[in-house]
């Protein structure tokens, strides 16, 4: 198990294509970036409980208010079960910078690419990887 030490970091410091690939720099930033989008969308998760809760049950007379209202609330948990979900991801690609597998495609173990990371921080395939899959799926859907 690799453990990272976050390096002083410069507040302007981005991973390169030209630099070694997952080195200790790249890999505490990447960490940082995880732990930064996991405390904004648990922040963001605990604000839409909070709303729900100081809402109470949907109580409104008008049967227009309270479709509207129901309709809200289930959208609100939708979002709070995305956040979830992507919560969970983001854990398991800290869990994967600990194990020394990030940046890694676990499917080829080819790298994934600094450009690929820095969109989706939580990517496991590389590019060719998920579009063999998408393709896959597509075939699939189409049948």
Known sequence: MTNI???HLSPDYVPSETEEYMSTKMLAYFRQRLLDWRDELLDE???TLDSMREEGG???PDITDRASAEIDHGLELRTRDRYRKLIN???QALERIEMGEYGY???TGDAIGVKRLLARPNATLSIEAQERHERE???????
């Open 5 to 7: 030490v976050d390096p």
């Open 45 to 47: 998760s605990e604000t």
């Open 89 to 91: 991801k983001i854990e």
């Open 58 to 60: 949907i109580q409104e």
């Open 137 to 143: 799926e597509k075939v699939k859907r189409d049948d």
């Open 105 to 107: 495609c676990e499917e």
